[in-house]
């Protein structure tokens, strides 16, 4: 038995720059929540992801589509790193624990030229 989410999160993303969220942010984040975001912007641009913080939980970072590209890198407990894409596509995936959290996520992503 499956039952959806009462919350959503995730999904393509083709702005230039913009702000990732959590579920409910600025409030504590939902158990279990499992959120990818795909940015994609325009050709010969690359995607940049800074300063993610996160705590028993995790964001992965992929260099395109989410599950058949690289990982770059997975960010949690106030990580506070860069990550540049190869191309014109990043994927963010946000999972969260069972346990109790109470530290929002938030990213910014923007986009030079190359």
Request: one cysteine or more; a negative charge; charged letters at 10%.
């Amino acid at each position: 038995f499956l039952s959806a989410a009462p919350y959503s999160c995730g999904g393509l993303i083709s702005n230039s720059s913009g702000m990732l969220q959590s579920p409910y942010y600025p409030g504590n984040y939902p158990n279990n929540a499992d959120c990818v975001w795909e940015i994609q912007v325009e050709n010969n641009f690359r995607v940049i992801l800074q300063n993610s913080r996160c705590q028993y939980d995790y964001v992965e970072v992929y260099d395109g589509p989410p599950h058949s590209s690289p990982l770059l890198g997975r960010i949690c407990a106030g990580s506070f790193l860069t990550y540049t894409s190869s191309s014109n596509l990043m994927s963010i995936h946000f999972h969260t624990h069972e346990v109790v959290f109470n530290v929002p996520y938030d990213s910014c992503g923007t986009i030079r030229e190359v």
